[in-house]
């Protein structure tokens, strides 16, 4: 980057680095600031329920489970549904729909993402069918203490056993390039 080019970038506002080394400005995001390697590291770190869970439970294990709760026609949407949160974090629901700026800054960053990846965007409601049902699942077999929740949802019948950071990174990593292989996918050609 030349000095010229480097002070453009300092006028996009704040930064903060990712682990490949990029300026990732949270407020101007660029679709060549998206990377894949970027995304599967921060998902497997980050815990699911803001870190109340008995386990670690990581963003990107309950993304593989989404994804395998889809058709092979939304899988790769399902992997990916939760990227955004690569970049801002996974923020609990209810502090969540109180945020609308944070609110507006996951939705463009989800189009960037949706784009960047040759995803369908907005996500089909199977998606969203998909990651209830996940939530619950991860409500009855990863907390502690069950409490009654407001809403019910539909569980799974299978149970959830947490996945160490580097299986859910491997994990992730094999979907990923198995859905990027898929003649039926369209998309890019690599991460």
Known sequence: MTKNSDAVEWTRGDWFQ???GVRFY????????????????AL????????????????????????????????????MHDASEAYLGDVVRPIKIGLREY??????????IAKRFHLKFPFPPEIKEADNAALFTERRDLLRVSVPWPHQGVE????IEPWSVERAEREFWGRFRCLM??????GLEGG
Request: glycine share 4%; net charge negative.
């Open 18 to 20: 990712t682990d490949s």
């Open 26 to 41: 949270p407020y101007d995001p660029k679709e060549e600031d998206i990377l894949i390697e970027d995304i599967v590291h």
């Open 44 to 79: 497997s770190r980050i815990c699911r329920f803001g870190g109340h869970c008995q386990d670690f439970y990581s963003v990107a294990q309950h993304s593989c489970l989404v994804s395998d709760a889809c058709t092979r026609a939304l899988a790769f949407e399902g992997l």
């Open 103 to 112: 609110m507006e800054m996951e939705k463009n960053l989800e189009a960037l």
């Open 156 to 159: 799974w019948v299978r149970r």
């Open 181 to 186: 292989a898929d003649e039926s996918y369209q």
